[in-house]
């Protein structure tokens, strides 16, 4: 799943949040404050509207307690990071993992010099 920059900002700003308590209810507001104070100025509906996309690509689960709702990661950092590495070895290496590893050797001598 290829994710765009604030779906990223939000997904790490869930999981930062949720660190220490993967129960921790943590509402839109939590997001947007949490964004806010890392730099990172949206509005609360621009937010809304990006965590509702996440949630129909299953990526977030929705959830209300009385009449407020609240989100859930479907996945934890560690297996979104293992699918982005599967679907990008799939599209751009034809599966082959060795192939993405040499990339990612080659690329990074280039971009220490």
Same mark, same amino acid.
């Given at each position: ?6 779906? !990223?900002? !939000? ?12 129960? &921790? ?27 509702? &996309? ?16 609240? /989100? ?5 950092? &560690? ?17 082959? /993992?060795?192939?993405? !590893? ?12």
């Amino acid at each position: 799943m290829v994710c765009g920059k604030l779906e !990223i900002d !939000i997904l790490n700003s869930l999981w930062s949040l949720t660190e220490n308590n993967e129960d &921790r209810d943590v509402s839109i507001q939590d997001i947007v404050d949490y964004l806010s104070a890392n730099g990172v100025e949206r509005a609360y509906t621009t937010i809304k509207t990006v965590m509702d &996309r996440l949630t129909v690509k299953s990526v977030l689960v929705r959830y209300k307690v009385g009449k407020k709702f609240f /989100y859930k990661a479907a996945m934890n950092k &560690r297996e979104m990071a293992l699918e982005a590495v599967k679907s990008v070895t799939e599209q751009f290496f034809n599966g082959n /993992y060795t192939d993405l !590893i040499r990339f990612v050797e080659h690329e990074h001598e280039d971009m220490l010099v």
